[in-house]
């Protein structure tokens, strides 16, 4: 333990933080026309990890946070697929457009939650995340998050980019 916080623990924010690093990095070259595939690979890889070890809490009755696990468990394999078996042809590259986003905006959903859970200012402003700040804040992530998927969609198009733009 470090801090009072378990290695599990540690790792798992790493990994989700991690996640939605990757997850803004690829969205932004995708806003951006280009295709970031190592970035893409962090991002699947670190967001999987984080969903999967996100069950490894102990638990009593099933919460938000498992339903949000579960939801980006489907859409990370349809990602994989949009890329690397169907090479984002014709619909796929939206499909992949849109799972990015989601699965990154469900690591911030739950990091938005988390942060109102643990950081002492947050968790007065909403004791239970039932209060007015926590849905305001949620429902700005969420805007933000729409704005992104749509300017995603709109800059990566089929064209010569697919190949010229790698990293």
Known sequence: MIFGITT???????????GIVAGLVVAGGLVAGK?????????LVT???TSATGFGFPFVKFLPSHAVGIVSLVVLPVVIVAHYVKHFAGAWRRIYVVGVVLATYLNVFVLVAQLFLRLPALRVAAPTQSEPPFAITQGLVLALF???AVAADKGFRPASTDTAQMS
């Open 8 to 18: 599990f623990t540690l790792i798992h924010v790493a990994l989700s933080l991690i």
């Open 146 to 148: 729409v704005w992104l």
């Open 47 to 49: 967001t999987i990890l």
């Open 35 to 43: 295709r970031l595939d190592g970035w893409a690979v962090v991002f």
